[in-house]
């Protein structure tokens, strides 16, 4: 096992391990006693018909959630609702290529998909706190993909579904980016085909892979306004593009660990929920009946509004709400008053809506 600060509650926040045992996946495989990292929010009530998922994206994890979307007053309200954000398999605080050992460790992780996400996690919320129906299930982008899957996986458990930023079905030009993303990592020769000693031994490929972000996650107005100059990370500021670019983007990036970004983007690649009707993305969307709304980002350049209101068209009910920002994908950081409180009127309604 490698040892990795970034993954620790100092940086990430509090969180709790739960242990699933050995657990079988999809595709063929087992990950020996898979540990999910989650962490809560507020109090399930003794109907236990408050509860809340929330499922992490590509390499993230409840932090930002915790940070940016819920709170008092906010429509993710703990004093209302039992929130559980669960972290994704790979994601660096479940069980991940790095923190674990034996016959998955490091370069033998095996492939894991979306479904096993979902059905981890539907596992941990009915044997560690009895629930059995969600009143909402909200993730954006891979966790996005999470929340499609639930609605059509597990369509008794899911009262209401709040996909942002990303689809049920990967499109060809997502299957491009990831691929891209997972290129400049493993082209580094510090890579040595996933088994290296240290993610520092990977520093020039995890700053390719945050170059492409800076390209794709945000977008050509962010970068002319000088929007970087308004952005603080805790007591940080930035004062020119490059110092953004090194201190924020790149910094966080060559903290992580390089095979967790791998087996996320290889999810993400693979993220399909008409895997369960035989290609057939109507069929499959057709499933969900869960009170959906479909909430893409105006300016985003990987899930755009038109890609999202065509899937939305197929989930029966479904409404689409448009999410204004001019960062693009990286919206989902909560830099912008005005889309944090787009998300909220949207999840307010979606919430008060009786189903």
């Not at 657990?23 to 962490?39: N, T």
């Not at 090194?246 to 967790?260: H, I, R, S």
Request: hydrophobic share 40%.
């Amino acid at each position: 096992m490698l040892r990795n600060d970034f993954y620790t509650p100092e940086v990430q926040g509090d969180y709790r391990l739960h242990g699933l045992g050995d657990f079988e996946l999809e595709e063929g495989g087992v990950i020996p006693d898979l540990q999910l990292a989650y962490a809560t929010y507020g109090e399930l009530n003794e109907a236990k018909d408050n509860a809340i998922l929330i499922p992490t994206w590509f390499s993230g994890t409840h932090q930002t959630w915790e940070q940016v979307y819920i709170g008092a007053g906010r429509a993710l309200d703990p004093s209302r609702w039992f929130i559980v954000s669960i972290n994704q398999i790979g994601n660096g605080l479940s069980t991940s290529p790095h923190n674990t050992d034996g016959p998955v460790a490091m370069s033998r992780f095996p492939m894991v998909t979306v479904g096993d996400d979902v059905r981890a996690q539907e596992q941990l919320v009915r044997e560690l706190f009895g629930i059995e129906r969600l009143a909402l299930v909200v993730g954006a982008s891979m966790g996005a993909q999470q929340t499609y899957e639930w609605a059509v996986r597990f369509p008794s458990k899911v009262l209401r579904a709040a996909p942002i930023a990303g689809t049920a079905q990967i499109t060809p030009h997502d299957v491009l980016f990831t691929q891209a993303l997972m290129d400049a990592i493993t082209s580094d020769p510090g890579f040595a085909g996933g088994e290296y000693a240290s993610n520092a031994d990977v520093d020039a490929g995890l700053r390719r892979h945050a170059g492409i972000w800076c390209v794709m996650g945000l977008t050509t107005t962010f970068w002319k306004t000088e929007f970087w100059r308004g952005i603080q990370v805790g007591d940080t500021t930035f004062d020119s593009r490059e110092d953004f670019v090194t201190n924020f983007v790149e910094a966080v990036y060559t903290a992580m660990d390089p095979d967790a970004l791998v087996v996320m983007g290889r999810k993400w690649q693979r993220g399909d929920v008409a895997r369960h009707t035989g290609g057939d993305l109507a069929a499959a969307l057709g499933r969900i009946t869960a009170k959906t709304f479909v909430m893409p980002i105006d300016t985003d350049m990987f899930f755009p509004p038109q890609d999202c209101a065509d899937e939305q068209a197929l989930v029966p009910g479904s409404e689409l709400r448009v999410l204004p920002s001019i960062c693009g994908h990286w919206a989902l950081f909560g830099w912008e008053q005005t889309y944090l409180d787009a998300v909220d009127t949207a999840l307010r309604e979606l919430l008060d809506t009786p189903v």
